[in-house]
Each structure stands twice: as C-alpha cells, then as structure tokens.
C-alpha cells in the first residue's frame, strides 16, 4: 500500500510537472514532424551550405544559431557569412576578424545594425577567436533602393567598384516565383513591379558571395531573414540556379499559440522549421 502510494504521488507530480513546461521552441521538419536539436545538426553536418532563417528580433533564433554554429564547427571546418552586414563593408569586417580594429571602431566605419551588439556579434566574434572567414554578403542597401526605384536598368550606372559588391549583371529573375508574387499581392500592388525586384537583388547578391567564397569540403553557414530563404526559394533559388547539384539545408522559424504541432500553412516552408511563441521577448 506505501508503494501504491508514493507511485501515485510520483505520478501526480509528474503530471503537474508537464502541465506547467512552457518549452521556448519546437523543431519540425517540412512535414510537419517533431525533431530533435541532435538531429538538425546531423543532417546540417552533411550539407554543403546551411540557410539558417530568422525573425531579427527574436533571441531565440539568434541562441540557436549560435549554439548550432558552435556545435557543426566540431564535426566540419566552417565558413560564416550573413545578410545583416553588406558587403561593401568586408574590409572593416575583415579587419575585426583580424584584430586590426576594436568594437568600437567597428561600429564607427561599418553599417552595423542596431541589434548587432545583442544579436550577431556574439556569431561574428565566434569566428574572430576561431579564425573563421566571415563574409559580408548583402547588397548595400543605398543600391536595392536604386532598384526598388528603377528597376534592374538603375545598377547599370554603377561603377566598376560598386558592381563588385552586387550579383554579376544582369541578374536572372523569375516574376511568377511564389515569394516575389505574395511581396507584390501584400503591398496591394504599391512598389509595382520593382519591389519585388528590390528584393530578388538581395537574394542574388547575397547567393553570389556564398557562391563566391565557399570552399569544397566546408560547410558555409548564412544567417539571413527567413522570407530571404522560405519555401525553398529567394537564395535558396539562387543557389539553385548556378549549382543545380548542391546541397542545401534551410531553417525558417515561425510563430505559433501551440508549439505542440506545426500548423498546416508552415510546413515545407523548410527543411527545419522553429516553432516560437509570440509572447517570446524581442530584441527591438
């Protein structure tokens, strides 16, 4: 009777136990199947490039891609680069890396954004005391303007050091892409056709200087909105486009009421997807 007891109060307690977990993410898979942190980073370990989406706001996606950066590079030599740093800013990026100049000066004579104290720094000093390359892969901002208002034609104006920090010209651009579609359709057609296009710049740009720095046998991590990689297009597109062969993982994240199953309309946005609350704390 003691030991029907104290099961029943184990048991009880248990229960009350799971009743009150309030878990800070799930991970799914495209089809909507839980899975483990163990094994995202095991099917990430055999790629040739991981997109890893983001809300920019949200500090658990930015843990979980610094944990995941910090647990492939013990199984594969790494390379970094992401969308929050443009590329005509690679030399004082490179000079950080370097230790040629502190924080300070950093923020100083790069476009950091405002978050990156909270939110990139901890990946891109990551790759400072591991010696890893980082690549500063968007397209300046000031030139997706100058599409977002002439369309493609407005890069051609550009000089020969400018067109260096942008995907070669002319860029190929498919319209009918679902993504580039919905951009358009949300804006309720404000923008035209060149917003869109504003936008396809900077997943082609940002696909070129992975394309572009990558080397065989590492594995090149990108950290980029997930609405630059969802649904297995933007970068991911680009990517496509010129290495039909090559071996992609995509992460998008997603916010949720119940973590407990993947809502319909987010599956296949990825091949892992993070599932938040969006009570979660925000950066900014």
């Known amino acids: 009777m003691k030991k029907l007891i104290v099961f029943l109060f184990f048991v009880s307690f248990s ?135 002439g369309g493609f034609e407005a890069l051609e104006k550009l000089s020969n050091e400018e067109k260096s920090w942008i995907a070669p010209l002319p860029i190929k651009y498919d319209a009918t892409l679902p993504g580039y579609v919905k951009m358009k359709e949300m804006m309720g057609g404000h923008g035209g056709d060149n917003l869109p296009k504003a936008q396809a710049i900077k997943d082609a740009t940002m696909a070129h200087f992975i394309l572009k720095n990558r080397k065989e046998n590492n594995l090149f991590i990108h950290y980029n909105g997930s609405y630059h990689s969802d649904d297995y297009e933007g970068i991911n597109w680009y990517l496509k486009q010129a290495q039909p062969t090559i071996k992609i993982i995509t992460v998008s994240v997603v916010e949720q009421e119940n973590l407990k199953k993947l809502e319909k309309e987010n599956k296949l946005k990825a091949d892992f997807i993070i599932v938040v609350p969006p009570t979660m704390t925000k950066t900014y």
């Open 15 to 149: 229960t009350v136990l799971l009743s009150q977990n309030k878990p800070a993410y799930k991970l799914y898979n495209a089809k909507g199947a839980k899975v483990s942190y163990k094994k995202m980073l095991k099917k990430m370990s055999k790629a040739d490039i991981v997109l890893f989406g983001e809300h920019h706001n949200n500090p658990i996606v930015h843990w979980l891609q610094y944990e995941t950066t910090v647990g492939l590079s013990e199984d594969r030599a790494l390379m970094l680069g992401a969308e929050m740093i443009e590329a005509d800013n690679q030399k004082q990026l490179n000079q950080y890396l370097a230790d040629e100049i502190d924080q300070k000066a950093f923020d100083t004579v790069a476009r950091l954004w405002n978050n990156h104290s909270t939110d990139y720094k901890p990946i891109v000093d990551f790759a400072k005391e591991n010696n890893l390359k980082f690549v500063a892969a968007n397209i300046p901002r000031r030139y997706a303007s100058e599409v977002f208002r």
